[in-house]
């Protein structure tokens, strides 16, 4: 099946700087890419996602970028703010599957 | 709309007890899923369900069992806990596969002692 990796597992930034989380997935046939955020003791909920037929999209301080080439994905959080703290997981799916594969997660800490 | 609800939200368990989480969607989605998510991993897939009647394992469905009868309901059975299923348990569900959100209900938190 498929296999997601997510680095880093942690990732401390000044306020108003970018964050960055990368992920690679193992499987070409995957083409929906989706970002979940979970903040501390909350369920995970979708932040963004992106579809393998797009090389990047963005909404607000959020932008993913997909490089099916590579078989790579990333989250960008402009201009972070200390709410952007939570953990971040990626995840990957194929058409037609019924398993969404989610990375290992990166904590992100908005240091003020 | 409620969403996706679990219960219960915490609960301590006794090494060879058995007990039954609860998932409720009232979306009408069809599909149904359940995570578990270990301290510093990812969320791994128990079971899920693709409809009413119909049931599959995951990638790691060992030591459990799930049913759906309704739509709504997709509840998960620990029979023989063990100190390896304590984890935080997510129940989710999507209206179908492919290009569509997870909703997550908010876990619950299981310890076996």
């Known amino acids: 099946g498929e296999n997601v990796e997510q680095h880093p597992s942690t990732l401390s930034v000044q306020e108003g700087d970018s964050a960055v989380i990368k992920c690679t997935y193992s499987?070409?046939?995957?083409?929906?890419f989706p970002w979940y955020k979970q903040e501390l003791g909350k369920r995970p909920q979708l932040i963004i996602d992106?579809?393998?037929?797009?090389g990047e999209k963005k909404d607000q301080r959020i932008a993913v970028t997909l490089n099916k080439t590579a078989k790579h994905f990333s989250l960008h959080i402009t201009e972070t703010q200390p709410e952007d703290s939570a953990v971040y997981f990626c995840?990957?799916?194929?058409?037609?599957?019924?398993?969404?594969?989610f990375g290992t997660g990166t904590r992100l800490t908005v240091i003020p | 709309n409620a969403g996706v609800t679990q219960t219960p939200k915490f609960r301590i368990l006794k090494i060879g007890q058995s007990m039954t989480l609860q998932c409720a969607q009232d979306?009408?989605?069809?599909?149904m899923y359940w995570y578990r998510q270990d301290p510093g991993m990812g969320l791994k897939l128990i079971y899920y369900?693709?409809?009413?009647?119909?049931?599959d394992k995951g990638e790691v469905p060992n030591g459990y069992n799930v049913s759906r009868s309704t739509t709504e309901d997709f509840p998960l059975r620990l029979e023989l806990a063990a100190p390896s299923q304590t984890s935080v348990y997510f129940c989710?569900?999507?209206?179908?596969?492919?290009?569509?959100?997870?909703?997550f209900g908010q876990g619950t938190r299981l310890t076996v002692v």
């Open positions: 989710a569900s999507t209206p179908q596969g492919g290009h569509t959100e997870a909703f």
């Open positions: 499987d070409s046939a995957s083409n929906y």
């Open positions: 992106i579809r393998s037929n797009v």
């Open positions: 995840a990957a799916r194929e058409t037609g599957a019924n398993n969404l594969f």
């Open positions: 979306m009408n989605h069809n599909y």
């Open positions: 369900s693709v409809g009413a009647g119909i049931t």
